[in-house]
Each structure stands twice: as structure tokens, then as C-alpha cells.
């Protein structure tokens, strides 16, 4: 469905739809861009709503979600709460005439993507999951580079998110929070890699090393596509940080050292090889991270223009990790993701 766009609008007011901890780096991004402006913040108490405003320069504070999905002065929230709220808040937002940007994982089942994805077309607003890293230059020239054949066809592709968690007390680790390394942060390799292949895989196998909590603190899947390509990925929260991804073609390769947060210092980036092993660096701008996404909520908002990860890309982000976790569950069988429902 095109984007619906705002006639007479040229500026998106943007609400925080929680003071989590993730809202500091999109705060920067709303700043930065031409056509956005902050103006409200949202928490369960008015205190912390107002002392939140106060630190970060928040014009409005309310001290109830629905306080400030009732505004009239906001066009647009960001959803960064636990990834259990995501969809019921997704759609009060939706309802309530909001666009929203909701921060990834989309939501924890296909019944509640598809509940979200109604309450866009119903509503004619903008929704779009928070995958900063696929708006960001590198990964669009590395995307043009393997989509225009520079790479010959793409046979394998290997990603890396790890980071080592520190205290205990994290909704990362509890379950019914939709806790787990493969929610959190495995799903940027699974995006990756579904970008790279150009869809989803058609079937997936994988493994999992659980911790006290129940979670999946390491992770490791594979994914098989169509073309016969294959896809691997670990994630976990038991290692020293580490983000890494190659990706193999029949006539080269392309390594990539930051692929999902950025190239913010001097030869660090993606590096083409070709079939004898001779090296070329990809020149990538300098862009701040989490801008990209912004610019393309206000494209789709002001201009109509679709957005760049499409809901049909999260629905097959969410079906591929309900596959990996039924793998899994069940020692690493192999499961399609035509069982997935």
C-alpha cells in the first residue's frame, strides 16, 4: 500500500513514546533532520515524564501514554518500550491517528504483525519497523554492489552481533518480555541477510544455549534460499562485543567491520574482493546513523513515499525468528518457513 500523505503538512511533530534508553540516539537523528521537531515525551508518571522533558530539551511531557496519543500537536511517535508492548502500543497509536515508527523487533507473533499492519492501512498511517542500519549509505552501496551482480550470484553469507551484557537485571533476560539475544540483536544479521538474498529463506535450522533466565543468551541459525544460497549468523549476550559480516559471491566477496552501527572513524567500512583475493575499500559518506530512518518517516509522511523497509520485510523478519526458535526448540531440525503461521 503507497504511503498515505499529509496534505498541507511540512513539518512532523514527533512524541516519545517512553523515556527508554534508546531514545537518546534517536533524539539526535529527529534533530539533525530538516523536516522533523520533538515536542513531546511520554512516561507512566508526570514526574518522570517532566524531569525526562527538562534533560533533553522536550517542549511537552505527559505523564500517560494515552495522554499523549490524545495531542493534537503530535503527528508521529517512536515506540521504544519492551518488545512484548510493541504491538498493542503500535496499534493505540495507529488508531489514535498517529504514524509510528516502531523500534525492532516489530512484535513477538505474525498475529500480532498482521494486527499492526491492519491498523496502518485502516487508519491510512505510516508504519515502518526501526532498522536504522538499512538506511544508513553503507549498507544501501554494499545492497547496489550484490544487487548488480558485481558480486556474481551470492552463495553464502555469515553475520556476527555479539556484545557482553553486564548486570542481571535486564529486560533483555526476562521471557515474557520477549527476551534473547536472537530478538535483540540476532535480528540485524537476519535482516541482512534477507536483504542480501532479497527475501526470505525457505528454510532455517538452528541452536541455542539458554541461560538462568530462560533466554537464549547465544544463538547460532542457518538459513537456506531459493537460489540455494545459505545464510549463517551467531548472536549472543555471553561474548565480548563484536559486529562482523561477509558476504560471498561466485566472482567475489564484500567484508563489512561495522554493519550495523555505523562507520564513524577512518578506514573502517566494507572492503570488495575480488575472485584473486585484490582488495578495494567502498568509499561510504559519513552519515549519523539513525538519521536515515527519520529522513524516510518524513518522506513517507509529507510525500507519500513508501518506506524503505517494507511491512512485507518485517512480516518475513518475524516469520524467519519464529522458524529459528521452533529449529531450536526442537535440537536444530530443520523447519520450513511454509509451517510458520
Partial sequence: MPAHKDHGMNTVRWGLLSTANIN?????????????????????????AESYAATWHIPQAFGSYEALLASDEVDAVYIGLPNHLHAAWTVKALDAGKHVLCEKPFALSLHEVDTMIDASRRNQRVLMEAFMYRHHPQTKIVGEWVHSGKLGEIAAFQGVFNFSMGSRDNVRLVPEYGGGSLWDVGVYPLSFAQYIFGGPPVAVSAQQWLGAEGVDESF????????????????GFRMPFHTHVTIMGTAGRIEIDRPFIGVDVPNEGAIYYDRDGKQQRIDVPHKELYLGQVQNMHAAILDGEQTYVTLNETRNHIKTVLALYKSAENNGSLVTLREIN
Fill in 24 to 48: 537518546r540516539k534517536l533524539i539526535p537523528a529527529i534533530r539533525a533532520s530538516q523536516r522533523g521537531e520533538l515536542v513531546a515525551v511520554a512516561s507512566r508518571s508526570l514526574a518522570s
Fill in 220 to 235: 547460532q541459525g542457518q538459513m537456506v534460499y531459493a537460489n540455494g544460497g545459505l545464510a549463517q549468523f551467531t548472536c
